[in-house]
């Protein structure tokens, strides 16, 4: 079982529809967590990067991490079909362990 | 740009040969980071760099996979004798300090034929 499980999807949607992302993980040491979007053929772009647990809110993107159950979502409200991408929810430890844990990735296509 | 650069952006090679893949960080960015991305997945860690030092290595999947950084900016992930799983998008990605948020490159495509 990986330590960042990822509904893959894909996820269609039509445009102004309210978006839910989720992420679930098993490694109780993450402390930071964060949401990226990636389009095709380019590198993680960052949208969202909280610490611990609770909501974060900016713009038409809302994080939530709830540490208690596992698992973190990404809200985005009045969808855009530039919103169309691969999103990703990455998590790290913290202290000297830098690196980041990914999902797999969930992607999603808003239709106009 | 700013922002992080990779070179080549993609690279054939056949299966045996050695390749270099670079990493431009941010300027002033401490540490360096290097993840592997197969097709349809999230990225793997491989290595940790802050400044010149090499602080984890533990991701890079076996002994052919060497990476340095040896001023402290410019970093190169080297593969020897390729093969065909090797084949994945690398990512590079710097960071500020040791609390900030990682900005990623574009990749470079290798695909080992």
């Known amino acids: 079982q990986k330590e960042v499980e990822q509904d893959p999807g894909p996820l269609s949607v039509p445009e102004g529809a309210i978006v839910s992302l989720n992420c679930t993980y098993s490694?109780?040491?993450?402390?930071?967590f964060m949401w990226y979007r990636q389009y095709s053929r380019k590198g993680p772009e960052l949208l969202m990067y909280?610490?611990?647990?609770g909501n974060k809110e900016d713009g038409r993107f809302t994080a939530q991490v709830d540490k208690s159950s596992k698992y973190i979502s990404l809200f985005i409200r009045d969808s855009q079909p530039s919103d169309s991408a691969t999103y990703l929810c990455?998590?790290?430890?913290?202290?000297?362990?830098?690196?980041?844990?990914f999902g797999s990735g969930t992607q999603l296509t808003v239709l106009p | 740009g700013a922002g992080v650069s990779q070179s080549p952006r993609y690279k054939v090679a056949k299966r045996g040969q050695d390749v270099a893949l670079r990493c431009d960080p941010i300027?002033?960015?401490?540490?360096l980071f290097w993840y592997q991305q197969a097709l349809g997945q999230g990225p793997e860690f491989l290595t940790y760099?802050?400044?010149?030092?090499?602080?984890?290595k533990s991701g890079l999947p076996s002994d052919r996979f060497f990476a340095e950084r040896p001023e402290g900016s410019v970093s190169t992930l080297k593969i020897q004798r390729t093969q065909q799983e090797d084949s994945a998008v690398y990512l590079c990605?710097?960071?500020?300090?040791?609390?900030?948020?990682?900005?990623f490159g574009p990749g470079t495509r290798l695909t080992v034929l």
């Open positions: 300027s002033g960015h401490v540490s």
């Open positions: 909280t610490y611990s647990s």
């Open positions: 990605a710097s960071s500020f300090g040791s609390y900030n948020e990682q900005f």
């Open positions: 490694n109780s040491a993450f402390q930071y």
């Open positions: 990455a998590m790290e430890a913290g202290g000297s362990a830098r690196q980041l844990t």
């Open positions: 760099f802050q400044n010149e030092a090499q602080l984890d």
